[in-house]
């Protein structure tokens, strides 16, 4: 099970951050990763983080604004979002994923979390 919080309304210009706790059955050695859905689109690639916290991956749109982290100790990943813009608005869900290594695939995850809202306006 994976539960994500941290979303809400923030200004453009401002940060977030977005947590993300595993428990149960999903695997704690695995990758995980944070994907993002804005209505009327496709779920979007933005973040992801090997098992070892060594490799990170980000998409275009979100390089040097994003940084993603986990801590295995507390089996939770973090999502720091600063520099929001209005186009950051979506549902941010966090996954695991299939391996150690992480992916930019949606099919590289099999476990998801329920999805925290942001919103960027002002």
């Known amino acids: 099970q994976l539960q994500a919080s941290g979303g809400g309304l923030v200004q453009p210009g401002g940060s977030l951050r977005l947590s993300c706790a595993a428990s149960?059955?999903?695997?704690?050695?695995?990758?995980m990763g944070w994907f993002r859905q804005a209505p009327g689109k496709e779920r979007e690639f933005v973040a992801a983080?090997?098992?070892?916290?060594?490799?990170?991956y980000y998409a275009d749109s979100v390089k040097g604004r994003f940084t993603i982290s986990r801590d295995n100790a507390k089996n939770t990943a973090y999502l720091q979002m600063n520099s929001l813009k209005p186009e950051d608005t979506a549902n941010y869900y966090c996954a695991v994923a299939r391996s150690p290594y992480g992916s930019t695939l949606a099919g590289g995850y099999n476990y998801w979390g329920q999805g925290t809202q942001v919103t960027v306006s002002s």
């Open positions: 149960g059955r999903t695997p704690s050695n695995n990758a």
């Open positions: 983080i090997s098992w070892n916290s060594v490799s990170t």
